[in-house]
């Protein structure tokens, strides 16, 4: 396992003191060595003075390639770089724990936080630092996505990150928030429900929040398996934490109300299989029909401006088609779980 930061690591700075940097980036990473090189590399390129900056890599995937590549970065740079450090973080593990093992090291007033699978464009520590100027404690830069015009429904949806109003992808916090809210709460172990958690709690408190569209972050859109939306749907446990927690805002800006078409097909599914086998045939034809028309429903919409190949029109069929039953099952299971009236 590799170490923790400290002077006998070889991916971190040496025990020569330095001057407190103005900046501080926090930068998890998961074991994905392409995506962090090429996020490391754009943090290398930033326009302003390196000596007023310092990476942290927190490892939430410990592992020797991730403390190796990150050394080599720091001895290519040593002279003309940020100051790099390395964190290995070996639990509790998820995107929140990583972020507050980062931020809790950073000796910076400013928190600026991304992600190994984001690429901050050269002005984007300029232009986070710069909002600050007018008394703000925390900046949203911009993220971009870039999509085909025809996207699938995976790159559909990771576009709609552009419109996010809060993502830990590319924003900016000063240390004294972080440290006054306790940071992210580890118990959403997705990115979602824990960027969700900490805006509301900002929101909540009163802290002032600006935007500057100028601190761009690319986020391209990874590939993703064949029915990939069916393995994230489990992450509808911790909407129901994020609903026990702040009832309100969520209503407001997560969903209005609960997914209904999806309860009223697995409500239709219900009632059809035991009539089917009960032999009370009109009850389980016209069960059968409401489940077969409220599916073909779900089915288009989420077609509907999307690509029309025959590969992703068949997953688009049988996602849609899972994907209720699904849903369901996750959101009851975290409204058992957080003991809350979740639907």
């Known amino acids: 396992m590799p ?29 994905r060595m392409d995506l962090l090189d090429r996020s490391l590399d754009a943090l290398m390129r930033q326009s302003v003075d390196p000596r007023s900056v310092e990476v942290i890599v927190v490892d939430d995937e410990p592992n020797h390639n991730t403390l190796h590549l990150v050394a080599g970065w720091r001895t290519r740079t ?15 593990r998820g ?38 100027d007018g008394g703000a404690d925390v900046v949203c830069g911009r993220i971009e996505t870039p999509v085909p015009a025809r ?6 949806s990771a576009h709609a990150h552009e419109l996010a109003d809060f993502t830990s992808a590319n924003c900016f916090v000063r240390k004294p928030v972080l440290e006054r809210l306790d940071g992210f709460d580890e118990r959403f172990s997705v990115q979602r429900g824990s960027d969700a958690d900490l805006h509301f709690r900002l929101l909540e408190q009163g802290i002032r929040i600006v935007r500057a569209p100028q601190a761009l972050a690319v986020h391209p859109v990874r590939p993703a398996p064949w029915g990939a939306s069916l ?25 209005a109300h609960p997914c209904w078409d999806h309860y009223a097909i697995v409500a239709a599914l ?4 035991p009539c089917w086998a009960l ?31 025959a590969s992703h029109v068949a997953e688009m069929a049988i996602t849609s088609i899972l994907l209720p039953p699904l849903s369901v099952f996750w959101r009851l299971a975290g409204a058992v779980r957080y003991r809350v009236r979740f639907a």
């Open 78 to 92: 040593l002279e003309r770089g940020p100051r790099l450090a390395y964190v290995a973080n070996t639990g509790p």
């Open 270 to 273: 219900l009632l059809a299989l």
């Open 231 to 255: 393995l994230q749907i489990r992450h509808a446990v911790f909407d129901a934490l994020l609903y026990k927690k702040h009832p309100t805002l969520y209503r407001e800006r997560i969903e």
């Open 3 to 31: 170490a923790t930061d400290d002077a006998h690591n070889p991916a971190t700075p040496n025990a020569t003191p330095a001057a407190i940097p103005t900046v501080s980036v926090v930068l998890p990473a998961c074991g």
């Open 151 to 156: 996207p699938t429904d995976r790159q559909r």
């Open 279 to 309: 032999g009370v045939r009109w009850l389980a034809l016209a069960a059968t029909l409401a489940w077969l028309a409220l599916t073909v429903r779900l089915f288009l919409r989420r077609l509907k401006g999307t690509a029309h190949s």
């Open 95 to 132: 995107p929140g724990a990583a972020r507050n093992r980062g931020w809790r090291a950073a000796r910076a007033d400013v928190i600026a936080f991304t992600s190994d699978d984001a690429v901050p464009s050269p002005d984007w520590l300029a232009q986070g630092l710069a909002a600050f």
